[in-house]
């Protein structure tokens, strides 16, 4: 029965390590743990909020970067299709001028050519036509030296004259 | 190591942990015929408390530390002195430890009328200095964990800080939490106290050598005192509500008015709660030590039946000591888990709002 009964002298040390234990343990210990290990948790948590924010973000520039370099892609392509675009035409352009010109030049030529050609052509025909009248002049002095020989004449061309009014 | 060995050495630690028992029991050997009816009387020695912290004997000489003797005498005033001035059953200063009657073990005096009675006696016992002792043991253990944590970094902490770490937040968040509630800030400190100061108290019964060994918790003192702060902690903290179910709870008005039994078993729910509190973890440590003593006591209850039968039974009883101590070790966790979370509860349910409808 006596385990039963508390004792006085245990009770009144029990009362008093116990109430210094809680004391202490209770205003330095425990809460000092609990605050720092629930600090803790706080800020494990917020570095994975921040972590997984970061890595959103770095997926999101990656994927507009992404978007940009396929952009800058079309475009260095367009660029360089505009560019040789260009190109052929420019030489195109520039072949078709020199050939106008050229042709041009040609067809010049060939009309001084085909001038010069008329012109000398006139230039012969012309002394042809002297040389001839000459010899015609010439050729008829020698005929006409007789009176016969020039009333044969007279009337051939006279009867020329008819027959191509008739 | 292979699990032999393990086994093997587990074994041979239990007749390491048995052995002060077995010495300071053998100074009976010689006395078989009594031995039979001195178990009960050696088991309640051992639970009891006393004045002097026994170790062991070693060659009929009792090897003991003497705690101090604080009394205040009604007729002679206060009176301090070691314990080892009532060796060999001395009389000290009108002072003396009865040896039968309802004082037994206990220091008494004589009064005028030639009568025992016991004066005011704070002496450090046995059960007092083991107590003191794990309670300093518990502060250093705790303070040199807390000193880790005034760094200020997030660091996660290693080792034996790591584990007091993950097991003070075991308490906090899987007992403490889930039973108070959302205000349970305030209780945690004073429930994770109770909660070491117990399961400190039960280890360090379990060391059967010199700093523990005492049956603190399995003393109705110690757990009286534990329930009492929670009794206090409970009704003081009660809310309204609280009061108002126990008053006048929500049930029948004949229940209630003319004769107020609803109220009158309310109240007396009051005084059981802390109530079981208290027998709880005392019967339990209690029944924990009786249990390996009595087990221990088996090799010398046996001597007389023969070597053989004394032989296996000394096995049985290792084998049975180290079974019951390793329930033990869980039994010291469960009953420190029980108390921490059965007075959390209790706060929890004194601090009840009222229902909405």
Known sequence: MSLLLPESGLLFWMLLSFGIVVFILAKYGFPVIIKMVEERKQYIEESLFVAQKAHDELNNIKSESEIIMNNARKEQVRIMSEAAQTRDQLISEAKDKANIEAQKLIDDARKQIQAEKEEAIRDIRRQVADLSVDIAEKVLREKLDRKEEQMNMINRLIDEINVSKS | MSF???????ILFAFICTAPLSANESDSHSKKSEVQLNV??????????????????????????????????ANSGWHFFLSSAFHHEKV??????????EHKGKIVELNSAGKE?????????KITASMILSSILLIIIIMSVVRNYKTGDYQPKKGFVGFMEMFIMNINDDVIKPCIGPKYRRYAPYLLTVFFFIFINNLMGLIPIFPGGANVTGNIAITFVLAVITFLIVNIKGSKEYWKEILWPDVPLWLKAPVPLMPVI???????????????LFANILAGHSIVLGLTCLVFVTVSLGEAINTSM????VIFSVFIDIVELLVAYIQAYIFTMLSAVFIGLARVEPHHK
């Not at chain 2, 000394?314 to 009883?317: G, R």
């Open chain 2, 92 to 101: 000290h200063e009108g002072l003396f430890i009865a040896k039968e009657g």
């Open chain 2, 266 to 280: 309310e109240l007396v729910g009051i005084f059981t709660k802390p109530f079981a509190l208290m027998i709880r």
């Open chain 2, 117 to 125: 009675v016991r004066p005011f006696d704070i002496s450090i016992t």
């Open chain 2, 314 to 317: 000394t096995l049985i009883s």
């Open chain 2, 40 to 73: 009960r009387e050696f088991i309640l020695d051992h639970v009891s408390d006393s004045y002097e912290w026994h170790i062991t004997s070693f060659n009929e000489h009792e090897i003991s530390i003497p705690l101090p003797v604080i009394v205040y005498s």
């Open chain 2, 4 to 10: 032999y060995q393990k086994i093997i050495s587990l």
